[in-house]
């Protein structure tokens, strides 16, 4: 039997700087695929051993070995199958954490931009869509000290907190389960070969 993975998993993320600018990347030009394009920095999945939280050290890893920064606070964005590639497309949004982006592995720079400046970049293929998504999330996240005053000034018009609580555990419900159900495809997969678990 053939030791081979039937999908690729590709794993990318969305980082956002202090000033809520995005990290892109620009491709080497001796690149045989979409050379000198801008897009988000990310990579193959790896890991062959074991697939506890390797979502989230495979990225960490990627990221370093790419643009040599640290991350934090990630969470799932989108996922999708590219079938006729056999690709598991995963995306996911989150925060510098330390270290200066460099231009490392396979790319020739690395810069900052807002939504506008990005916008008007020569972007890789489901770059624009995903940055959209990202930055729409970044917008309505709402901070804890926000809340409190928004329910404080608004108190009459809002619904009690018991039933402010169940449809905020129903949202982040339904952010983990696209998350675990993402997992889960990539257990799969990662425990699959030549059709057979």
Excluded at 56 to 82: P, Q, S
Excluded at 121 to 150: D, G, I, N
Excluded at 151 to 175: H, I, M, W, Y
Aim: aromatic residues 10%.
């Amino acid at each position: 039997m053939i030791d081979k993975y039937l999908y690729t998993i590709v794993i990318t993320a969305v980082i956002f700087n202090k000033e809520n600018r995005v990290l892109l990347t620009k491709r080497n030009m001796k690149e045989e695929i979409l050379p000198g394009y801008w897009g988000i920095p990310g990579g193959k999945a790896e890991t062959r051993e074991s697939v506890n939280n390797f979502l989230e050290n495979e990225l960490k890893r990627e990221i370093k070995e790419e643009v040599d920064i640290e991350i934090k606070n990630i969470k799932f964005l989108e996922n999708h199958l590219y079938a006729p590639k056999s690709k598991i497309q995963i995306c996911f949004i989150a925060d510098i954490r330390s270290g200066k982006p460099k231009a490392l592995d396979e790319v020739d720079e690395v810069r900052w931009f807002t939504f506008k400046e990005a916008k008007k970049l020569k972007l890789t293929p489901m770059s624009l869509e995903r940055l959209k998504l990202a930055f729409k999330k970044r917008k309505s996240r709402t901070s804890p000290q926000r809340t409190r005053y928004v329910r404080a000034k608004f108190k009459a018009t809002l619904p009690d907190v018991q039933s402010s609580s169940r449809v905020g555990f129903a949202q982040c419900n339904a952010e983990l389960y696209q998350l675990l159900h993402c997992q889960l495809i990539c257990r799969t997969f990662l425990q699959t070969r030549n059709g057979y678990i």
